[in-house]
């Protein structure tokens, strides 16, 4: 069964600085891996889909790497603003119908 | 396009009342997908549609849990009996897969059920 995990659970930074949210998985044969934002009480909204063949993919100030054969993907957020605050999942899949594994996401709050 | 939509938006039930959870997907949308969300957790994956066929079922889906998804459109997820520990967000996402490979999920801004 596919582990994920999101280092660090919570991230507080001050407005303007570079943001850096990890994440593991232990089965690294994946189809996809898509990041997502989630705002308090509300869904998940779509960031960034890099699909296996890829080793990264970029959206604005989101840039999303991927090393499958360790079982890592990144996602840096340039220069933060106070709207980025939310918590930030990534999810991969294994399966061809696009199941997916969640982490428990890292909380993030930047202070303006 | 308007995105996935769900109703309710919220549902407050006594514990052993029936309820019923709807949800809209993208238009031309093949797959479909429900999750439940707890609070600080990740989502969890219970089912999905590939048109109007399920295909697969979490064993989080007891059998007081059923899903439906009529026409390959708009899909339901009823519980029966319900417990206090099916308090959680109930989230559905849609994608189109073409050839097979799936692509960007879309979610809908979740149900969410408070058992009493």
């Known amino acids: 069964k596919q582990e994920v995990t999101q280092i660090p659970a919570a991230l507080s930074v001050p407005e303007g600085e570079n943001l850096v949210l990890n994440c593991s998985f232990t089965d690294s044969a994946i189809y996809n891996l898509q990041w997502f934002r989630q705002d308090p009480g509300k869904g998940l909204t779509s960031l960034l889909l890099?699909?296996?063949?890829?080793r990264e993919q970029t959206s604005g100030r989101l840039n999303a790497s991927l090393d499958k054969s360790s079982g890592r993907s990144t996602l840096y957020i340039a220069a933060s603003q106070p709207g980025d605050s939310a918590t930030y999942l990534c999810a991969p899949t294994t399966d061809s119908w696009g199941k997916f594994q969640f982490g428990a996401g890292t909380q993030v709050v930047v202070t303006p | 396009d308007t995105g996935v939509s769900q109703d309710p938006r919220h549902k407050i039930t006594k514990r052993g009342q029936n309820v019923t959870f709807r949800c809209d997907p993208i238009?031309?949308?093949?797959?479909l997908y429900w999750y439940r969300q707890t609070l600080g957790q990740g989502p969890e994956f219970l089912t999905y549609?590939?048109?109007?066929?399920?295909?697969?079922k979490s064993r989080l889906l007891s059998d007081r849990f059923s899903a439906e998804r009529p026409k390959g459109s708009f899909s339901t997820l009823e519980i029966q009996r319900t417990e206090q520990g099916d308090s959680a967000m109930y989230l559905c996402a849609s994608s189109l897969a073409i050839a097979g490979i799936p692509d960007t999920q879309y979610f809908g801004p979740g149900t969410r059920l408070t058992v009493l």
């Open positions: 238009s031309e949308h093949n797959r």
């Open positions: 890099i699909q296996s063949s890829q």
């Open positions: 549609f590939q048109n109007e066929a399920q295909l697969e």
